[in-house]
């Protein structure tokens, strides 16, 4: 199993109803991408974050069924532009003692096949992946 966990801080200068509406692409995300087996989307209770979403996936294959799935694809091009500190990380039972360097690999292919979320992510004011790269603040 694989907990790919998610940590986002909205701009400050949003509107409420683009935050809900950042909140709601976190949920479709789980509800509607079938290799989510299950997930929770919530306030991040004492972390520096304002809200987490923790998806459960079976193993890699699911982890890269999961990031190339229309609707995170969605969530990534239409949310990151609401998000002033983003954060991906994951947690995973497995005992392979390369699965980080398989994640990180995933992700780099996502990002080669979405080039357009790739520009996003490049001007996000801080944004960091499982494998620690990205933009920081």
Same mark, same amino acid.
């Given at each position: 199993m694989i907990f790919h966990i998610n940590r986002v801080t909205y701009r400050d200068d949003l509107r409420e109803e683009q935050r809900q509406a950042g909140l709601e692409m976190l949920h479709q995300n789980g509800v509607a991408n079938p290799t989510v087996k299950s997930y929770v989307v919530g =306030? !991040?209770?004492?972390? !520096?974050?304002d809200y987490c979403a923790v998806y459960v996936l079976d193993d890699l294959d699911?982890? !890269?069924a999961y990031l190339?799935? =229309?609707v995170? %694809?969605?969530l990534e091009l239409k949310?990151?532009?609401f998000?002033?500190?983003f954060a991906a990380m994951d %947690?995973?039972?497995s005992d392979d003692p390369k699965l980080g360097e398989k994640i990180a690999e995933i992700q780099a292919r996502h990002l080669e096949m979405h080039p357009d979320v790739?520009?996003?992510?490049? !001007?996000? =004011?801080?944004?960091t992946v499982p494998d620690g790269s990205g933009s920081a603040a």
């Amino acid at each position: 199993m694989i907990f790919h966990i998610n940590r986002v801080t909205y701009r400050d200068d949003l509107r409420e109803e683009q935050r809900q509406a950042g909140l709601e692409m976190l949920h479709q995300n789980g509800v509607a991408n079938p290799t989510v087996k299950s997930y929770v989307v919530g =306030p !991040e209770l004492g972390g !520096e974050f304002d809200y987490c979403a923790v998806y459960v996936l079976d193993d890699l294959d699911g982890y !890269e069924a999961y990031l190339n799935h =229309p609707v995170h %694809v969605n969530l990534e091009l239409k949310g990151t532009g609401f998000l002033t500190k983003f954060a991906a990380m994951d %947690v995973s039972d497995s005992d392979d003692p390369k699965l980080g360097e398989k994640i990180a690999e995933i992700q780099a292919r996502h990002l080669e096949m979405h080039p357009d979320v790739a520009a996003l992510i490049a !001007e996000a =004011p801080s944004f960091t992946v499982p494998d620690g790269s990205g933009s920081a603040a």
